[in-house]
């Protein structure tokens, strides 16, 4: 299973990342993970991976994404080249406007034209507020826990729901882990409503 992960800096991108490959890890799966940070510091593109079985590289060639999980929508629209006709991707519905578009040097393209595109790439599609679900689990910030929810509730990865929480418990610090796992939850709930 190759998971494709791409975002802009500052959405945790990597700490997902390492959260379902740690999740891949306690339920005894062979897993390896990679990242390209770019100029994640500066909003720029983050991109990672997580390759899951008997797969040797984790770098995930063109068209060869089982997954594609994006945590921004004009992302998920770069990275179709990773995806093909069996891929599941798990996007944002929230765009993070890139400096270009504030300071009005470009137009961010309508999000129905980027999920069109999306959804006319890949075999199963599926929207989520991650912004709106994290705010009722108590952060501003859990985005990114939402959408490893959504993923692992949608059911497609051989993880058991205990493995997922496991990881959570090993990667976080303690001050921020309840309202994590709130959102896990939450993702969770949408993205088993959403099989």
Known sequence: MRIFFTGVGGQGTLLATRLVGEAGLEQGLRVGMSEIHGMAQRGGVV????????????PIPDGEADILMAFEPLEAARALPKCNGKTLAVTSTVPIVPFTVATGQSAYPSLESLFEAVEKRVARFVKVDAVELSKKAGSDRAGNIVMVGVLAGLGWLPIDRPNWEQALRKILPAKILDENLKAFHLGYEAGAAAK
């Open 47 to 58: 991109e990672s991976s997580v390759v899951m079985g008997e797969v040797s590289s984790p």
